[in-house]
T-cell receptor, first 111, second 116 residues
Framework: RKEVEQDPGPFNVPEGATVAFNCTYS??????FFWYRQDCRKEPKLLMS???SGNEDGRFTAQLNRASQYISLLIRDSKLSDSATYLC????????????FGDGTTLTVKP | GAVVSQHPSWVICKSGTSVKIECRSL??????MFWYRQFPKQSLMLMAT?????????EQGVEKDKFLINHASLTLSTLTVTSAHPEDSSFYIC????????????FGEGSRLTVL
């Protein structure tokens, strides 16, 4: 079993749709959680850190469920510009930086 | 946020040659940098952890003699793909942390290597 598993894609949604991605992790010692966005042929860029209390940034909401060992990303009112691959990342200890990435979920938002 | 710069962005080389990729942290000191490889439509695969002033720690299955990593200063790590072959063609990305407690990674722009 992979240490970090993501929803298989691709997700194809119309503009304005709400879409949710899930990511599960197997190591209960994991401490830091992130969602990265990666555009085609580009490097990943941090979208959001994920906190136990959940966090929201505009149309994006990230949540962490430690008991069930998963994190989620909700995108509301999808825009064409949201089309990208979304990677979840998990680190076992803070201040170490060694993250394990999921395989990524590709989102395509269509007009 | 912190800035990490990677060079070159693109490189095409002949089989058997060696290619060096540089990763620089521009506005912070990075005692630890990470090197990843990414094949098309696949996720990032951690190759090694680069530690300033010491030997890199390689992930299982990554040949250390094939992928030479040097981290001679707090702002520069280099990855050298030695005797490159077509199967080494890939997207190589470095990342670094700024040392804070968040664990956030800052990525270089990536280097796309094509070996002919």
């Amino acid at each position: 079993r992979k240490e970090v598993e993501q929803d298989p894609g691709p997700f194809n949604v119309p503009e304005g749709a709400t879409v949710a991605f899930n990511c599960t992790y197997s190591n209960s010692a994991s401490q830091s959680f992130f969602w990265y966005r990666q555009d085609c042929r580009k490097e990943p860029k941090l979208l959001m850190s994920v906190y136990s209390s959940g966090n929201e940034d505009g149309r994006f909401t990230a949540q962490l469920n430690r008991a069930s060992q998963y994190i989620s990303l909700l995108i509301r009112d999808s825009k064409l510009s949201d089309s990208a691959t979304y990677l979840c990342a998990v680190t076992r200890t803070t201040n170490a930086g060694k993250s394990t990435f999921g395989d990524g979920t590709t989102l395509t938002v269509k007009p | 946020g912190a800035v990490v710069s990677q060079h070159p962005s693109w490189v095409i080389c002949k089989s058997g040659t060696s290619v060096k990729i540089e990763c620089r942290s521009l506005d912070f000191q990075a005692t630890t940098m990470f090197w990843y490889r990414q094949f098309p439509k696949q996720s990032l695969m951690l190759m090694a952890t680069s530690n300033e002033g010491s030997k890199a720690t390689y992930e299982q299955g990554v040949e250390k003699d094939k992928f030479l990593i040097n981290h001679a200063s707090l702002t520069l790590s280099t990855l050298t793909v030695t005797s490159a072959h077509p199967e080494d063609s890939s997207f190589y990305i470095c990342s670094a942390t700024s040392g804070g407690d968040t664990g956030e990674l800052f990525f270089g722009e990536g280097s796309r290597l094509t070996v002919l």
